[in-house]
C-alpha cells in the first residue's frame, strides 16, 4: 500500500457522481472503498489491483452504518476521505409529498450523511487527519419551487457542514460541501429521483412547471461528471479545501443571484432587524 495515496470511503457507489468519484480517485492510484444497497456496482470498475471494496450498505439505518464502516476503517488500518454522496430527489410540491415521502428523504438524504459522519469521526479524531465531503446541491443554496423537501434535506446537510468544519478544525479534520448544479448522470431519472404520488392542480403554474422543466431537461444537463469528480479529487488533495464547493456554471449563477438578493433584502430590512436590540445595546 501507498502511503501517499488516500483512502476514500463514499457512499451510493453504483452510479452517477459517486461512480465518477471513484473511478477518478483510483485512476490516481487512490484506495477506494464504495457502498451500495446491493452490495455491487452497475458498471464494471476494475478490481483486479485490489484497490477498490464494494460493502452493502443502506444509509438509513445507523446501525448498519457502524458495523459497514468498522470494516471498511479495518481493510487499510485508515479512512482519509468520506464522501458522503448516497441520496436521491423528492419531487413535488411541499404540501403534495406524504408523510411518509417526506421521513424517507430525510432519512436517506439527511440522516444518512449523519449517521456515516458520526461513525467515521472517532476514527477520524484517533488519526487528527480526514477529510469529510458531504454532497450538498446547489437546492440547499438557492432552492426552486418543486423540491421544497429535497431542498430542505439539503439544507440540514450544509448546517451541518457548517458546524461540522468549525468543531472538526483543531483536530486537523477538513470538512467541504459539495454543491453541484445539473450534471448528466441519472439523477433525473427513474432510479434517482421520485415524484410525490399526490398531485394538486393549484400547483401546476409553479412547482409542476419547474418539475416538467427538470423532467425535459434529463439527458441534456451542462455539466461532465467525470469533470466533476477530477474537481473534487482535486479538492481532497488541497491543503486549503473550500468549505462550500460549488460545481457547473448553473450553481455559480444561481447562487450568485440568491446572494444578490439575499443581500438587498438585508439592507431594505436592517432597519427592522436592529430595532429588535434593547436599547442600551443600541447606544453601543
Not at 439527511?110 to 437546492?139: D, E, K, W
Not at 444578490?260 to 436592517?270: A, G, N, P, Q, V
Request: glycine share 8%; hydrophobic share 40%.
Amino acid at each position: 500500500m501507498n502511503e501517499a495515496n488516500k483512502v476514500w470511503f463514499i457512499t451510493g457507489i453504483s452510479r452517477g457522481l459517486g461512480r465518477a468519484i471513484a473511478e477518478e480517485a483510483l485512476s490516481r492510484g487512490d484506495y477506494v472503498i464504495g457502498t451500495s444497497r446491493s452490495g455491487r456496482v452497475e458498471v464494471q470498475m476494475d478490481e483486479a489491483s485490489g484497490r477498490l471494496h464494494i460493502l452493502t450498505l443502506d444509509v438509513a439505518f445507523p446501525e448498519d452504518v457502524i458495523k459497514v464502516v468498522a470494516e471498511a476503517q479495518q481493510i487499510y488500518g485508515r479512512l482519509d476521505v468520506i464522501v458522503n454522496n448516497a441520496g436521491y430527489g423528492l419531487l413535488g410540491a411541499v404540501e403534495e409529498a406524504s408523510m411518509a415521502e417526506l421521513h424517507q428523504q430525510f432519512d436517506v438524504n439527511f440522516f444518512g450523511t449523519l449517521y456515516v459522519t458520526r461513525a467515521v469521526l472517532p476514527y477520524l479524531r484517533q488519526q487528527r487527519s480526514g477529510h469529510i465531503m458531504n454532497c450538498s446541491s446547489v437546492a440547499g443554496l438557492a432552492p426552486k419551487a418543486g423540491y421544497g423537501l429535497y431542498a430542505a434535506s439539503k439544507f440540514a446537510v450544509e448546517g451541518l457542514s457548517q458546524s461540522l468544519r468549525l468543531e472538526l478544525k483543531p483536530l486537523n479534520i477538513k470538512v467541504t460541501a459539495i454543491e453541484p448544479g445539473a450534471f448528466r448522470t441519472d439523477f433525473l431519472d427513474d432510479s434517482s429521483v421520485q415524484l410525490a404520488q399526490k398531485v394538486i392542480t393549484d400547483y401546476d403554474n409553479s412547482s409542476g412547471e419547474f418539475v416538467r422543466f427538470l423532467q425535459k431537461l434529463s439527458g441534456h444537463q451542462p455539466g461532465d461528471p467525470q469533470l466533476a469528480a477530477k474537481v473534487i479529487v482535486d479538492t481532497a488533495y488541497s491543503s486549503d479545501p473550500p468549505l462550500h464547493l460549488l460545481l457547473g456554471s448553473d450553481a455559480y449563477e444561481r447562487t450568485r443571484n440568491m446572494l444578490s438578493e439575499f443581500s438587498s433584502e438585508l439592507e431594505k430590512w436592517s432597519d427592522a432587524t436592529h430595532s429588535t436590540d434593547y436599547a442600551e445595546v443600541t447606544r453601543k
